[in-house]
């Protein structure tokens, strides 16, 4: 089973970056896709970004050209940098990890999440 721990969060301007970072523990890093979710309270958690054990991307249309996700193998983390930052961008942030396993199936791995906030 992986650990996560994110940290980056914080209060920026509209159009200022951050860059949130997700590190792993515990599991083989690699055997596990990641990825960058965001939740406002009353709304549902959406998908802001995933890379797979093998590099590709996926991002969601409103981070698009904005937003890159990444990943270090060596140092068990995963990174998304967010650049041009919008109001509607203010959110906590939760880094996700997911991998197959035999029997059990389909794994999803949570952190405890990092609220962003960025003023208009």
């Known amino acids: 089973q992986v650990q996560l721990v994110e940290s980056g969060g914080g209060l920026v301007q509209a159009g200022g970056s951050l860059r949130l970072s997700c590190a792993a523990s515990?599991?083989?890093?690699?055997?596990?896709?990641m990825g960058w979710y965001r939740q406002d309270p009353g709304k549902q958690r959406e998908l802001v970004a995933t890379i797979t054990r093998g590099g590709s991307t996926n991002y969601a249309d409103s981070v698009k050209g904005r937003f890159t996700i990444s990943r270090d193998n060596a140092k068990n983390t995963v990174y998304l940098q967010m650049n041009s930052l919008k109001p509607e961008d203010t959110a906590v942030y939760y880094c996700n990890a997911q991998v197959t396993l035999p029997v059990l199936g389909l794994q999803n791995y949570w952190g405890q999440g990092t609220q962003v906030t960025v003023s208009s």
């Open positions: 515990g599991s083989i890093f690699s055997d596990y896709a």
